[in-house]
């Protein structure tokens, strides 16, 4: 950060950064908030049997309810005629209670970006982002209704933390734009889900329990779930090192993306208040932790800001923490330039800047790509979702 003008300087250097201010840290979400009702996307194959079997109906029927959602994306009771229709009100309602109502839904890019805000059963508002590209269809998911992290250049973050998401709450974000595809609703025509980030609101680390039962939802062959490939599916963090090591050690080959945003702990201590908990070293080290033992390499997200962490020594000294562990292919550079939020007092680094960062990293040998901001004219893209009605 820029240091105070000295006497002799006053005249000549520029005014003094003020310093960041940051909300506290929350981990946990409020206490006494009400649970969503449970659905089969919560559970496995054998919880979804015995909660039919509580509720006094046939356990054979959750495989049928199991398919109607995961494999042939039907919402409409009415379609599922294969179960009995003096029982088939009580079996959905059972299984398959509703989770979400959207509220609105913005489109850019002709129609093939569009992001929805959802209310939650307890008004608690989120919101996804289905983004269509030539080969291709992403969802960015939320997983959290707000976020505890408090980085002070990202909307959600600004917005604390209001509760985490139910498993089911974060896979039916996918499945509905699975079905949007599915019935040609979003320009392209029809199509299908192939990639989930968790890079909507929340820190996916911080609800990890339900965050890695929807990993394995989205993983698990028809009907038991989605059926998708594990390495298209990307978590991020901002760094909760010991979620990171737990991920390493769940054999789901998912990949690992970093938001680091700052090479020194003095900067990433304001802009990523995590660091605090967990230094640089410590959080690098978790991440090469993961490349080593998946073999999937990570990325590393760091948001461009003009003046604050887009300085050509910092690119030198990104390039050296990150060579420090090698240079076997283990991790690569995503460089997003920022998306302005109201009243952000930052901007998105000069072009110029930009281009040179990349060229330092790629001097010493670290592939670095700049992302494409899609979604920021609808306030869609990263660091913007807010979910406000």
Same mark, same amino acid.
């Given at each position: 950060m /820029?240091?105070?003008n000295s006497p002799e300087t006053k005249s000549t250097e520029p005014t003094p950064v003020e310093p960041i201010k940051t909300l506290p840290l929350v981990f946990d979400e409020p206490r006494g908030r009400k649970k969503p009702p449970r659905h089969l996307a919560d559970l496995d194959e054998a919880g979804r049997k015995e909660l039919l079997t509580e509720a006094g109906l046939p356990g054979f029927r959750a495989k049928q309810l199991s398919n109607h959602y995961f494999a042939r994306l039907v919402d409409d009771p009415a379609e599922m005629t294969d179960l009995p229709a003096g029982q088939r009100d009580e079996l959905v309602s059972t299984l398959l209670p509703n989770l979400m109502t959207p509220l609105r839904t913005l489109e850019a890019d002709? @129609?093939?970006t569009v992001k929805t805000l959802?209310?939650? =059963?307890? !008004?608690?508002?989120v919101e996804s982002v289905l983004m269509r590209y030539p080969g291709r269809v992403t969802m960015c998911v939320s997983s959290q209704a707000g976020c505890g992290m408090a980085c002070p250049f990202c909307a959600t973050g600004q917005g604390g933390l209001q509760r985490n998401m139910s498993t089911a709450e974060i896979v039916e974000q996918v499945v509905a734009g699975a079905r949007a595809l599915q019935r040609g609703e979003i320009a392209g025509g029809p199509g299908r889900v192939s990639n989930v980030v968790f890079m909507g609101m929340g820190e996916p680390m911080a609800n990890y329990k339900a965050m890695i039962a929807a990993v394995r939802? =989205?993983?698990?062959?028809?009907p038991a779930g989605l059926g998708m490939s594990a390495r298209h599916i990307t978590v991020s963090t901002v760094g909760l090192v010991p979620r990171m090591l737990q991920l390493a050690e769940e054999g789901i080959p998912v990949t690992l993306a970093l938001s680091l945003h700052a090479p020194d702990d003095e900067l990433r201590n304001e802009l990523v208040p995590?660091?605090?908990?967990f230094s640089v070293a410590e959080t690098v080290a978790?991440?090469?932790? &993961?490349? $080593?033992? /998946?073999k999937r390499r990570v990325s590393i997200e760091y948001a461009m800001m003009r003046d604050i962490n887009d300085q050509a020594w910092r690119a030198d000294l990104l390039g %050296?923490?990150?060579? $420090? &562990? @090698? %240079?076997? !292919?283990?991790?690569?550079?995503?460089l997003i330039p920022l998306n302005p939020t109201p009243g952000s007092k930052w901007t998105a680094s000069d072009p110029e800047d930009e281009r040179e960062f990349v060229r330092r990293l790629e001097a010493k040998g670290i592939p670095t790509t700049v992302r494409d901001t899609r979604g920021s004219?609808?306030? @869609?893209?990263c660091g913007q979702l807010a979910a406000v009605e």
């Open positions: /820029t240091e105070p002709k @129609g093939k959802w209310k939650l =059963f307890d !008004g608690s508002l939802r =989205f993983v698990e062959p028809a995590i660091n605090t908990r978790a991440a090469w932790n &993961y490349a $080593s033992v /998946t %050296d923490v990150l060579n $420090s &562990y @090698g %240079d076997w !292919g283990w991790v690569h550079v995503n004219d609808i306030d @869609g893209a």
